[in-house]
Nanobody, 121 residues
Framework: QVQLVESGGGLVQAGGSLRISCAAS????????MAWFRQAPGKEREFVAA????????YFNDPVKGRFIISRDNAKNMVFLQMNSLNSEDTAVYYC??????????????WGQGTQVTVSS
């Protein structure tokens, strides 16, 4: 059974940084493209970033480009999202996702339960 568990969310001041993590119980983790999505209150879920199976290529949505970094550790079945220069518009529940589709934005096959990130101004 595939399970994705996010951690590391919390409250951070505007301009600050936070790193969130996702632990994946997938036997063939290195076969999956991994991604982060987010959903703010009253808004639809939004693609944030994705990373190729080997970590060699990454892709970011425009609002986070240059501020966020996605990385993965295939030996530990982990994926990370380093978030810098945070602002109030980054406040959301962040979800980890795993998939094998050809598109960076999905669809994705497996989803975590999410971790809350709140940026105070």
């Amino acid at each position: 059974q595939v399970q994705l568990v996010e951690s590391g969310g919390g409250l951070v001041q505007a301009g600050g940084s936070l790193r969130i993590s996702c632990a994946a119980s997938i036997r063939t983790f290195s076969s999956y493209r991994m991604a982060w999505f987010r959903q703010a209150p009253g808004k639809e879920r939004e693609f944030v970033a994705a990373i190729a199976w080997n970590g060699a290529t990454t892709y970011f949505n425009d609002p986070v480009k240059g501020r966020f970094i996605i990385s993965r550790d295939n030996a530990k079945n982990m994926v990370f999202l380093q978030m810098n220069s945070l602002n109030s518009e980054d406040t959301a529940v962040y979800y980890c996702a795993a998939g094998t589709s050809a598109s960076w934005r999905g669809p994705y096959d497996y989803w975590g339960q999410g971790t809350q990130v709140t940026v105070s101004s």
